[in-house]
């Protein structure tokens, strides 16, 4: 079982930054991939960036790409989601989630290949 935790949401005015962090727990994060969604009131779950199991290979969506960076470190097991210029569009709740597949870093994940999540934070940002 694979148990993940996220922290570092809030409140924040537009153009400024957050870093999220989701703790995992219960396996050795070296044989996940993870990746960061996001969901805002009435709108689907959508995929925001995904780092492979070595943290090498990373992709980011084309709404974030620029300004959001997503990186790992095993030894401390934890998925890190820097979040700068920030805007009122990038209000939602930020989950992350990790799959044992392999990911080459070139192409957004599906939710519903997740196989574990966390329960969420919430960020938002003011304009």
């Known amino acids: 079982q694979v148990q993940l935790v996220e922290s570092g949401g809030g409140l924040v005015q537009a153009g400024g930054s957050l870093r999220l962090s989701c703790a995992v727990s219960?396996?050795?994060?070296?044989?996940?991939?993870t990746g960061w969604f996001r969901q805002s009131p009435g709108k689907q779950r959508e995929f925001v960036a995904a780092v492979d199991a070595s943290g090498s290979n990373r992709f980011h969506a084309n709404s974030v790409k620029g300004r959001f960076t997503i990186s790992r470190d095993n030894r401390k097991k934890t998925v890190y989601l820097q979040m700068n210029s920030l805007k009122p569009d990038d209000t939602a709740v930020y989950y992350c989630?990790?799959?044992?597949?392999?990911?080459?870093?070139?192409?957004?994940?599906?939710?519903?290949?997740?196989?574990?999540w966390g329960k969420g934070t919430l960020v938002t940002v003011s304009s």
């Open positions: 219960g396996r050795n994060l070296e044989n996940f991939r």
């Open positions: 989630a990790a799959d044992r597949g392999s990911y080459s870093g070139s192409y957004a994940l599906r939710p519903e290949s997740m196989d574990y």
